[in-house]
């Protein structure tokens, strides 16, 4: 169950009060005033030299962040163009659409001189390119838009920007209850149910804002379990596989790059391939062309999955798999999850490979070991 904390526990009492602007003048699609209080006490408290907040609006929570940071600082603010609604990566909530669709981004704060440095940006939170950012960041506002994939992967962009001992917010959690943004709790739970980097994801009291000061140490995920089950059981282990070579396989090549798509098609969700126990890798055994097992292990993909795979979630990516021999053979596919069990998918992932001629240097070699 995720806690609740009040702000004063989040905040250095000694950091003399914050200053709120535009307070009173709320319209729909910003915070409360007293969330707005708070993001001004966190930012005041916490002296944040580069912020990044996805999802501008109109900029009242921008230029609130750029009031109470400290000289020098930039508020970056990243903002989905109103003629892009239609064209996003992801489906967004139909009830946003709205916030998205305006005559001008950031209006609060670009409309006037302010003193502060806000850089705006515009593009889809799921496509922008954040890597200029990676380690950066010391306070992030995640509050584009609330559905579930978004705030997935949003959540996954702010990981990489943050530095060790930095914060990030979300907008728009309700722990129980309706809530016109249901995917907000739901990444969010799964977060903190699957990696231990959300073990002290709280809520601030009286607020819909989740709260995340992350380690200052070593941030690298260990992966926990999940209540619906994982890799580091039997259970529930399904999915799909496609495998596509990139070269013609004809050739007598040492190595042959390949294209993968997985989907996890189980009920349980599959650890990232560095978790201590059972992570799930792509796997490849060798068939003679008659169908007979000639290798039952012959080789593991190396790290594609960088961090848990979700039930009905995929992942594509490309690697490459050494030729086996020179003999016609057949590589079939499967998903394993290491130390519980391999788990065949349907149809097969299979690979054909013709019989092809030795390499001179590999007759050379036989030649040496037959004399
Ligand atoms: C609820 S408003 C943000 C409110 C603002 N943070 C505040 O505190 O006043 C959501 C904003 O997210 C933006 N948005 C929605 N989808 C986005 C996406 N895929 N990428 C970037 N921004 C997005 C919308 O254009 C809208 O400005």
Redesign the pocket.
Known sequence: MLETTPIAALIDDQAGPACVLDRDARVD???SAFELDVIAALVKSHRPGVLF??????G??TLNMAANAPEGATVYT???PAESVDA?AFA?ELN?HI??RKPR?GARFADAPTPYTIVQLLG???TFDFSPFFGRVDFMFI???HAYE?VRSDTLAALEMVRPGGIIIWHDYVRAGFTPFPGVPRALKEFHLTDSRFRHLTQIEHTSIMYLKLPRGNASPDFRSALLGDSTRADHLRGQLSVHPLQEPAEAVAVLPIRVVATNTGAATWLASDAPAGPVRVGARILSPEGVMLDNDYWRSELPFRRAIFPGESVAFETTIPRPGTAACILDFDLVAEGVRWFSVEPAAQIPLPGCAPSRAAMETEARQDS
Not at 53 to 58: A, H, L, Q, V
Request: proline letters at 0%; aromatic letters at 12%; hydrophobic letters at 35%.
């Open positions: 699609g910003n915070v907040e996805i999802g501008t609006f109109d009242r929570t990243l903002d989905l996003t967004l946003e916030f998205v981004s889809d939170s799921a509050d584009g838009s978004y």
